[in-house]
């Protein structure tokens, strides 16, 4: 075996412990809360973050919680969702985070 082989050998066997030794990413680990996708709240005010719903899924979200007439939905330079809308006959502030937290006031 020449001594460039052997370098090769080295180098893809340290190659492929190196990517062994990696974890995977945590999407489902516990307290990982990026999205809230269990209808409840994990927050009692709104999150800032990079907001990625579109005007259409905050007001969709908002609709499928009991909310109504949902207007002047427009997100601010914190990432929250805020409008107006109406839930058991009461005219509300609403929010909708990046987290998909719902928070009405």
Known sequence: MSM??????II???????????SPPATNAPGN???NSSGVNNS???VAGANSFTEAQAKSRLEANG??????LMKDDKG???????????????TVDF???INAR
């Open 4 to 9: 460039r082989s052997i370098i090769y050998s």
């Open 12 to 22: 893809i066997a340290g190659s492929a412990t190196a990517a062994f030794a990696q």
């Open 33 to 35: 809360n990026a999205v």
């Open 44 to 46: 009692s005010t709104p």
């Open 67 to 72: 909310y109504s007439t949902v207007s002047n």
């Open 80 to 94: 929250i969702w805020r409008g107006k809308a109406s839930k058991d006959g009461k005219s509300v502030d609403v």
């Open 99 to 101: 987290q998909g937290n």
